[in-house]
């Protein structure tokens, strides 16, 4: 279905668009990074006071893997122990880092009244698949078993991302399904990629090519699957897996005018099919990356307000 872009969102690509913003698909990777890294400035909302923000390395299969734990002023305890969520930035695998989703992270662990671990996994094109997958289930595992020492309740652990950070978190939820654990919680999946296929409808689509175009998403796949025949494994394609039964709860959220939004409303629809519980909200007027944005974007800012609801009803 053609999406159109609501008043906010339009004026900010049409600021984009007059800014001359380059395409990712003209830069190199390190370009590409420092440009996304920029752009935060513009378009993040001021980052909200927690009670402590603290640096830590997660012990991981190439090496320490750097991540950030977030508590805000008022969590949510039970016996000591806070729920808490396990976040990947966004970023096509390519770019993206602990800074970049630093004021995110903040407003979840803030309006979810939990303990958000960010972590900031290896990318492409230097560490192509299936590093960053194989560090998200490291960082996973090691959260849950030093949930204790975290102040975190073991049976209380989610795992959420955008965009990118999407396509790990539901990858890191059907490793977990298939080896016995960690037993998550809930899974955050916001606008994320499911299926390098890439055939969905909304791929094609004139008015889905919003800042993510077909072309960027083809630019993000090269560096990250480099060039290897895997579109089919699910951990680079989770809605490849033969059954989405028996995981863990999901929150999703799509936008309109988004390439990945037949594919993320499909993934959705093949949860609640298994017998997930799903909560799935659409954001029509929006754009791929729009949930960062929130300085720009009132619906950004909206979203996080579900999405800490959400997790507070867990």
Same mark, same amino acid.
């Given at each position: 279905?053609?999406?159109?872009?609501?008043?906010?969102?339009?004026?900010?690509?049409?600021?984009?668009?007059?800014?001359?913003?380059?395409?990712?698909?003209?830069?190199?990777?390190?370009?590409?990074?420092?440009?996304?890294?920029?752009?935060?400035?513009?378009?993040?909302?001021?980052?909200?006071?927690?009670?402590?923000?603290?640096?830590?390395?997660?012990?991981?299969?190439?090496?320490?893997?750097?991540?950030?734990?977030?508590?805000?002023?008022?969590?949510?305890?039970?016996?000591?122990?806070? /729920?808490?969520?396990?976040?990947?930035?966004?970023?096509?695998?390519?770019?993206?880092?602990?800074?970049?989703?630093?004021?995110?992270?903040?407003?979840?662990?803030?309006?979810?009244?939990?303990?958000?671990?960010?972590?900031?996994?290896?990318?492409?094109?230097?560490?192509?698949?299936?590093?960053?997958?194989?560090?998200?289930?490291?960082?996973?595992?090691?959260?849950?078993?030093?949930?204790?020492?975290?102040?975190?309740? /073991?049976?209380?652990?989610?795992?959420?991302?955008?965009?990118?950070?999407?396509?790990?978190?539901?990858?890191?939820?059907?490793?977990?399904?298939?080896?016995?654990?960690?037993?998550?919680?809930?899974?955050?999946?916001?606008?994320?990629?499911?299926?390098?296929?890439?055939?969905?409808?909304?791929?094609?689509?004139?008015?889905?090519?919003?800042?993510?175009?077909?072309?960027?998403?083809?630019?993000?796949?090269?560096?990250?699957?480099?060039?290897?025949?895997?579109?089919?494994?699910?951990?680079?394609?989770?809605?490849?897996?033969?059954?989405?039964?028996?995981?863990?709860?999901?929150?999703?959220?799509?936008?309109?005018?988004?390439?990945?939004?037949?594919?993320?409303?499909?993934?959705?629809?093949?949860?609640?099919?298994?017998?997930?519980?799903?909560?799935?909200?659409?954001?029509?007027?929006?754009?791929?990356?729009?949930?960062?944005?929130?300085?720009?974007?009132?619906?950004?800012?909206?979203?996080?307000?579900?999405?800490?609801?959400?997790?507070?009803?867990?």
């Amino acid at each position: 279905m053609p999406a159109k872009l609501d008043p906010d969102a339009a004026a900010v690509y049409k600021a984009f668009q007059d800014a001359g913003r380059p395409a990712y698909e003209d830069l190199t990777a390190e370009e590409a990074r420092a440009y996304y890294d920029a752009a935060r400035l513009v378009s993040n909302p001021d980052p909200r006071e927690l009670a402590s923000i603290q640096s830590i390395a997660i012990p991981g299969p190439a090496g320490d893997i750097p991540a950030r734990v977030y508590t805000p002023k008022t969590l949510r305890q039970d016996n000591g122990l806070a /729920p808490a969520l396990v976040f990947f930035h966004g970023g096509g695998w390519v770019i993206g880092n602990l800074d970049t989703h630093d004021v995110v992270c903040r407003a979840i662990a803030d309006e979810g009244q939990l303990i958000v671990i960010s972590v900031d996994y290896r990318l492409a094109p230097e560490h192509k698949f299936p590093a960053a997958v194989e560090d998200a289930i490291a960082a996973t595992q090691w959260v849950a078993d030093n949930a204790r020492k975290l102040g975190i309740d /073991p049976e209380r652990i989610s795992v959420g991302g955008d965009s990118a950070g999407g396509n790990l978190s539901a990858v890191v939820t059907i490793h977990a399904r298939d080896h016995g654990g960690p037993m998550l919680a809930g899974q955050v999946l916001i606008y994320p990629a499911t299926d390098f296929a890439m055939d969905h409808p909304s791929h094609s689509e004139p008015e889905t090519s919003v800042l993510l175009t077909h072309s960027v998403i083809r630019w993000f796949r090269d560096h990250y699957l480099g060039g290897a025949p895997v579109e089919q494994d699910w951990r680079a394609s989770p809605a490849r897996v033969e059954t989405l039964a028996g995981l863990p709860p999901a929150f999703v959220i799509t936008a309109g005018a988004d390439p990945l939004r037949d594919e993320g409303d499909e993934y959705a629809r093949r949860l609640a099919d298994a017998g997930v519980p799903v909560t799935h909200r659409t954001y029509p007027g929006q754009f791929h990356g729009f949930f960062t944005m929130g300085k720009l974007l009132p619906k950004a800012n909206d979203a996080v307000v579900e999405i800490g609801d959400w997790l507070k009803a867990l």
